[in-house]
């Protein structure tokens, strides 16, 4: 079956209310495939990713005293209303 016909059947057992969350999608997607620009990306990122060796997280420990707790507890009593 044709992938454009297998979308318009989803898109026609959709309830109203759907339409437009399914359009804002199918725009994002088309935003992500659209020509590239003269940078040779389709988007330019506001803050490109530097890629640096695991060991430069090394400096990074001793900085922030350890203050003990349990994050998944913490995370769990924001849900349990405890």
Known sequence: MDIRISLHQLLDRLPP?????????????QAGTSPKKSTGRAFAPRYPTVALPTTALDALVG???????????????LYDGN
């Open 17 to 29: 209310e759907s339409l437009g969350t399914a359009e804002q999608f199918l725009r994002f997607l």
């Open 63 to 77: 900085v922030m005293p350890a203050i003990g707790g349990d994050a998944l507890q913490d995370s769990e009593s």
